[in-house]
């Protein structure tokens, strides 16, 4: 198999704020990525751009904040009287406009919208109908997605995630966005490039299928062929015997997306076997 180091891919940046950053963190964090940032600040037209382009093997990732996409969000953010409705048909066409992109890459990533960080907040009417903006932007993200879903390779990436990562309100940068506008810290672009990578990886059938672990101390507490099974921590009211309870409960679950769980211990066969049967 030819490995993905030997296969440059071109990935173009699309938003409506600077992503230099985020094309440098990328460019650290995996050398053999070609990354370009379109003219920030339109992203309407550098999406039209790319669909017109002759079809690639390339990747977009198509990062853009609310108010920079969608006019009519602009204008709540501003207290003015908005038609939910007409939000969304502008939600429409710019999901219009990255399926006719989508037509022309091989990829495409689309991190969804979160909060401006100097939004005003609403308290209890934040979530409430035709009022609350954190309603409106539920609504407009739901509506992406929901627009996208058919789009075989098209991929919603977790800005929230990302904003979580960096540490909430340490996120949002206003100095840098005064400066050269970036609107975020480097711990966002740092996560952003993290799950760039990896989708693109996953995408390319570069997964990790097999997950091989260790019994004692790793699957239970204690060593099982010292102590016997009766005495291995698991379970039980233990704050030691819980946590490796639920750390058993989350790798069983990967089988669920098909990950194969495998033991390699140097434990005897019959004492590994007893425990696990018990």
Same mark, same amino acid.
């Given at each position: 198999?030819?490995?993905? @180091?030997?296969? #440059?891919?071109?990935?173009?940046?699309?938003?409506?704020?600077?992503?230099?950053?985020?094309? !440098?963190?990328?460019?650290?964090? @995996? #050398?053999?990525?070609?990354?370009?940032?379109? #003219?920030?600040? !339109?992203?309407?037209?550098?999406?039209?751009?790319?669909?017109?382009?002759?079809?690639?093997?390339?990747d977009l990732v198509i990062w853009t904040q609310p108010q920079g996409a969608i006019a009519a969000f602009r204008d709540a953010l501003s207290f003015k009287p908005y038609d939910e409705e007409q939000v969304l048909a502008e939600v429409d066409a710019f999901a219009g406009l990255i399926a006719a992109a989508a037509g022309t890459s091989r990829t495409v990533m689309v991190a969804n919208w979160t909060m401006p960080a100097a939004a005003r907040r609403m308290g209890p009417l934040? $979530?409430? #109908? $035709?009022?609350?903006?954190?309603?409106?932007?539920?609504?407009? $993200?739901l509506r992406l997605a929901d627009s996208l879903t058919a789009l075989s390779n098209v991929y919603l990436l977790d800005t929230e995630r990302w904003i979580s990562a960096a540490g909430g309100d340490a996120a949002w940068s206003p100095k840098l966005w005064a400066a050269a506008k970036v609107p975020f810290a480097a711990k966002v672009f740092q996560a952003a490039a993290a799950d760039i990578i990896a989708t693109r990886a996953a995408c390319a059938g570069h997964t990790r299928k097999v997950l091989i672990l260790d019994l004692d101390d790793t699957l239970w507490g204690g060593v099982v062929g010292e102590a016997g099974w009766q005495e291995v921590a698991l379970g039980g009211h233990s704050i030691r015997g819980e946590a490796f309870l639920a750390f058993q409960h989350r790798v069983k679950a990967l089988t669920n997306r098909g990950v194969i769980l495998a033991i390699a211990s140097k434990n005897d066969e019959a004492v590994a076997l007893e425990a696990i049967s018990n």
């Amino acid at each position: 198999m030819t490995s993905m @180091a030997s296969q #440059p891919v071109s990935i173009t940046l699309i938003s409506d704020f600077n992503a230099d950053t985020l094309a !440098r963190t990328l460019a650290a964090a @995996a #050398p053999h990525l070609s990354t370009q940032s379109a #003219p920030f600040g !339109r992203p309407h037209e550098a999406l039209a751009t790319a669909a017109s382009a002759t079809r690639t093997e390339g990747d977009l990732v198509i990062w853009t904040q609310p108010q920079g996409a969608i006019a009519a969000f602009r204008d709540a953010l501003s207290f003015k009287p908005y038609d939910e409705e007409q939000v969304l048909a502008e939600v429409d066409a710019f999901a219009g406009l990255i399926a006719a992109a989508a037509g022309t890459s091989r990829t495409v990533m689309v991190a969804n919208w979160t909060m401006p960080a100097a939004a005003r907040r609403m308290g209890p009417l934040d $979530n409430h #109908p $035709n009022i609350g903006l954190r309603y409106l932007l539920m609504r407009m $993200n739901l509506r992406l997605a929901d627009s996208l879903t058919a789009l075989s390779n098209v991929y919603l990436l977790d800005t929230e995630r990302w904003i979580s990562a960096a540490g909430g309100d340490a996120a949002w940068s206003p100095k840098l966005w005064a400066a050269a506008k970036v609107p975020f810290a480097a711990k966002v672009f740092q996560a952003a490039a993290a799950d760039i990578i990896a989708t693109r990886a996953a995408c390319a059938g570069h997964t990790r299928k097999v997950l091989i672990l260790d019994l004692d101390d790793t699957l239970w507490g204690g060593v099982v062929g010292e102590a016997g099974w009766q005495e291995v921590a698991l379970g039980g009211h233990s704050i030691r015997g819980e946590a490796f309870l639920a750390f058993q409960h989350r790798v069983k679950a990967l089988t669920n997306r098909g990950v194969i769980l495998a033991i390699a211990s140097k434990n005897d066969e019959a004492v590994a076997l007893e425990a696990i049967s018990n």
